[in-house]
């Protein structure tokens, strides 16, 4: 039985919302060089390609919530945090992928994923900032939206309980 089907739901929707809203998973860019894949396998998404994901999230995100006009300047410091948090997440992951495989120590590897957690925890303390003042300015009605939205998301694509 794996760690995730014993964990809570608020911990899996926790871990699904930062997800959807561009927040970069931590064991991705710390596995993107496994000894055991094969030469041809990509090891990490281009930045482009990132990028792109991150602005679907964004335009995703702000059809969910549906921003009104009015939101837009709120929203844009939301949109902005997340850009800045992928960026800083693709930054670390650039530099683990550039580490050959193998090549580091135990204390090496801990110490880079505790830059990748520290970067998580910092880039999410920044978006909850922005969100905050985007959800104080919305009218309930619209609170209940975003509070599905993010209620929801875990339980529709978290990980199976199987």
């Known amino acids: 039985m794996s760690y995730f089907s ?10 699904a919302v ?6 970069a998973m931590l ?10 894949e094969p030469a041809h396998a990509p090891r990490h998404q281009t930045a482009e390609m990132k990028a792109e994901t991150v602005e679907q999230r964004i335009a995703s995100l702000h059809a969910a919530l ?3 006009p009015d939101e837009e300047t709120n929203w844009g ?9 992928a960026g800083k997440m693709e930054k670390l992951s ?33 978006l909850i900032s ?12 619209q609170k209940k939206i ?3 939205v993010f209620q929801s998301f875990g339980r529709e694509h978290g990980p199976s309980h199987a």
């Open 18 to 23: 930062t997800a959807l809203i561009g927040t």
């Open 146 to 148: 975003a509070d599905h």
């Open 94 to 126: 650039a530099e683990k992928t550039e580490t050959p495989p193998g090549s580091m120590t135990a204390l090496e590897d801990l110490k880079t994923y505790e830059k990748f957690a520290h970067a998580h925890f910092e880039g999410l303390k920044n």
């Open 130 to 141: 922005s969100f905050e003042t985007l959800y104080a300015a919305m009218p309930d009605a």
């Open 6 to 15: 014993k964990a809570s739901t608020p911990f899996l929707r926790s871990v």
């Open 66 to 68: 549906q921003i009104t």
């Open 77 to 85: 410091a939301v949109a902005q945090t997340m850009r800045e948090n």
């Open 27 to 36: 064991i991705s860019p710390l596995s993107t060089a496994r000894a055991d």
